[in-house]
């Protein structure tokens, strides 16, 4: 069955600390990757998502970047971190074929930037 | 441009009683799908239930229903015979057109269950 693990749980950086945060599904070849943000309080904001190794689409121009250097790791970063960057942030992917809509969440790491 | 919306914030039931969140959404395109996702205070996303713009019956997983009203673009979430575990955050989401790229999903602003003795 497949899986996916996001580590880690917690973070608490100050700014203008680095940021890597990582993501890994077992279990399934090529997924299409997400990365998600959820401000306190709020819904789910896109932010980045990936078909395939090295791909990477940003939906919104901010202080993070993503990479996916393997086929089932996807990895979210920052040089500098920001007060704004504080936030939930969940990994999900889904199978690659069209007829599968839904997302498979990880538990996602809360990150605060002090 | 696509949009959920989910007016409540928050929302009380007492146990065993049915439940219904309301989610309205607003697309032009003619093929898209609706989808509800609970989130328990440890802050994982679970899928509940699903509905295809296409489909001719709403969808039921359960306990779970989704109230299908393709005119009113809405996709009301039924929860009966409510339990205390059902006290979680909810989201309504809906997928984006697809471009040739992976499919997309937008989420609504969420709607707060706390289910009472």
């Known amino acids: 069955s497949q899986t996916i693990h996001q580590w880690p749980a917690t973070l608490v950086q100050p700014v203008g600390s680095p940021l890597s945060l990582e993501c890994t599904v077992e279990?399934?070849?090529?997924?299409?990757l997400y990365w998600y943000r959820q401000a306190a309080g709020r819904g789910l904001q896109l932010l980045f998502y990936?078909?395939?190794?090295?791909?990477i689409s940003s939906e919104v121009p901010q202080n993070l970047s993503a990479s996916r250097p393997q086929d089932r790791q996807f990895i979210l970063s920052s040089k500098k971190l920001l007060l704004s960057d504080s936030g939930f942030y969940l990994c999900?992917?889904?199978?690659?074929?069209?007829?599968?809509?839904?997302?498979?969440f990880g538990s996602g790491t809360q990150l605060s930037v002090l | 441009a696509q949009k959920i919306t989910q007016t409540q914030p928050g929302m009380f039931v007492q146990e065993k009683e049915a439940v219904t969140l309301d989610c309205t959404y607003d697309?032009?395109?003619?093929?898209?799908?609706l989808f509800w996702y609970k989130q328990p205070s440890s802050g994982e996303m679970i899928f509940l239930i699903y509905?295809?713009?296409?489909?001719?019956q709403n969808a039921t997983e359960g306990r779970y229903s989704l109230n299908f009203q393709k005119a009113r673009k809405s996709a009301n979430l039924v929860i009966s015979a409510s339990q205390l575990g059902d006290s979680a955050m909810y989201f309504c989401?809906?997928?984006?057109?697809?471009?040739?790229?992976?499919?997309?999903?937008?989420f609504g602003t969420g709607t707060r269950l706390q289910v009472t003795l």
């Open positions: 999900a992917w889904r199978p690659p074929s069209r007829g599968d809509e839904k997302l498979f």
């Open positions: 989401a809906m997928r984006e057109p697809y471009t040739g790229t992976a499919s997309k999903l937008t």
């Open positions: 990936s078909v395939g190794i090295g791909q």
């Open positions: 697309t032009s395109d003619p093929s898209y799908g």
């Open positions: 509905q295809g713009s296409y489909d001719q």
């Open positions: 279990g399934t070849s090529n997924p299409n």
